[in-house]
């Protein structure tokens, strides 16, 4: 990779957020960079991908890499998610810890921590999500939070309201050495775009329905074309389940439910990619799949 040369003080570098399932880091991680790049829901595993995130500004490039929440595997998916994300802490500068300002520390926090303390990176812990907690309970939060491990940075914000988010981005860049900027001013994710949109076609399902398959579902884009006369992106994908009746569940009565999640999703796709899309949306059984390393990389999630 050939490197632009920079100006004296420019600062460069690579932080990672991790942190337990649903501890806010992908909507943190869109909150920094002011648009949509990473999926949001309330279902763990929500995250499959370790993929990065490129804010660049006049005196600084921040990448960061949002990582699948830690937590105790029960498949295989689950111990390539965790592979992924402990993997992230290697070779980067700084680790921002996220722990939710309304909920109690618990002993995953408390296994996430032990993990950090292999690092050499810098360290941040960030409570996040403190739109949610009483001021009590922040305070008490800091403290045990304190325990945890050793800081070079504590930082309370809420993505939600946006408070404090320039403060954590400072704290960041500070922790920083001067370095070279790594990507194109205009390079905002380095995943490829493939991997995004099947990501938001993943989300509409994971918010529509909740507890029924999320944790069975992959999508996986099989083509994508773009018709420069119509300005018009086509998009064709599947929608992978782990049975038949999961199937069933995710089109839906007279097709209802796959018609819906592509509505939804297209609106999204055609903000992402400033134009209008064409959403074709299969589903197909592949069985057992989240078992199959195999499988689990043909999907893109892991390693």
């Known amino acids: 990779m050939e490197l632009e040369t920079q100006d004296e003080h420019f600062k460069s570098g690579f932080v990672t957020l991790v942190g337990r399932p649903n501890a806010g880091k992908s909507t943190l ?22 993929f990065r995130a490129v804010l660049t500004r006049e005196d600084f490039q921040l990448i960061i890499v949002d990582t699948p929440g830690l937590h105790k595997p029960h498949d295989a998916l689950g111990e390539e998610l965790n592979t992924s994300a402990l993997k992230a802490l290697e070779d980067v500068d700084v680790v921002a810890f996220l722990v939710d300002a309304s909920k109690p520390i618990g002993r995953g926090d408390e296994w996430v921590a032990e993990q950090l303390a292999h690092s050499r990176a810098k360290k941040i812990c960030v409570l996040s999500k403190t739109d949610l907690a009483s001021p009590d309970q922040i305070a008490a939060q800091r403290e045990a939070a304190e325990k945890l491990g050793s800081w070079d940075a ?17 704290e960041v860049v500070f922790l920083l050495d001067e370095g070279p900027k790594w990507f194109p001013d205009d390079m905002e994710t380095d995943q490829p775009i493939e991997v995004v949109v099947a990501e938001f076609i993943r989300e509409k399902i994971l918010r529509s329905f909740h507890d029924e398959v999320p944790h069975a579902i992959g999508v996986r884009v099989e083509e994508m074309e773009y018709d420069r006369k119509k300005d018009l992106h086509r998009i064709y994908a599947i929608v992978y389940v782990e049975r038949d009746s999961q199937k069933g569940i995710i089109i839906g009565k007279r097709g209802a439910a796959i018609k819906q999640i592509g509505t939804e999703a297209r609106t999204d796709l055609e903000q992402l990619l400033g134009t209008r899309v064409y959403l074709d949306l ?18 893109g999630y892991g390693e």
Request: positive net charge; without cysteine.
């Open 29 to 50: 991680l869109n909150t920094i960079m002011g648009k949509k790049i990473a999926i949001t829901s309330n279902t763990v595993q929500t995250t499959r991908h370790r």
């Open 154 to 170: 504590m930082v309370g914000l809420s993505s939600e309201t946006g408070k404090n988010i320039d403060a954590f981005v400072e």
């Open 282 to 299: 299969s589903v197909k059984v592949k069985k057992n799949w989240r078992r199959d390393a195999n499988q689990i990389r043909r999907f």
